[in-house]
Nanobody, 114 residues
Framework: QVQLVESGGGLVQAGGSLRLSCAGS????????MGWYRQAPGKQRELVAW???????NYADSVKGRFTISRDNAKNTVNLQMNSLKPEDTAVYYC????????WGQGTQVTVSS
């Protein structure tokens, strides 16, 4: 059974940084395109960053230049370095397979104060 566990969220001031991590069991990240999604209150979940099997990365326009996705195949983790955070980045962040997500983890809350 797939289990995804996200961590690293918290409360940060605008302009600050956070690093999110996701650990998986029952799934091998290195043979999947993995991404980070987020869901803000009252909004639909959106995909913000993803990395292909070959290591190619893509970002939503809203985070391009500020967020960096990375993957450690040996540890079966995927990370999201978030810099220059803005209040509009406030959301619960989840990692999952792209484009067809599997079972969702609990997510990690990121709150950016102005």
């Amino acid at each position: 059974q797939v289990q995804l566990v996200e961590s690293g969220g918290g409360l940060v001031q605008a302009g600050g940084s956070l690093r999110l991590s996701c650990a998986g069991s029952g799934i091998i990240f290195g043979v999947n395109t993995m991404g980070w999604y987020r869901q803000a209150p009252g909004k639909q979940r959106e995909l913000v960053a993803w990395m292909s099997i070959l290591g190619n990365t893509n970002y939503a326009d809203s985070v391009k230049g500020r967020f960096t996705i990375s993957r450690d195949n040996a540890k079966n983790t995927v990370n999201l370095q978030m810099n220059s955070l803005k209040p509009e980045d406030t959301a619960v962040y989840y990692c999952n397979v792209v484009p067809r997500p599997t079972r969702w983890g609990q997510g990690t809350q990121v709150t950016v104060s102005s």
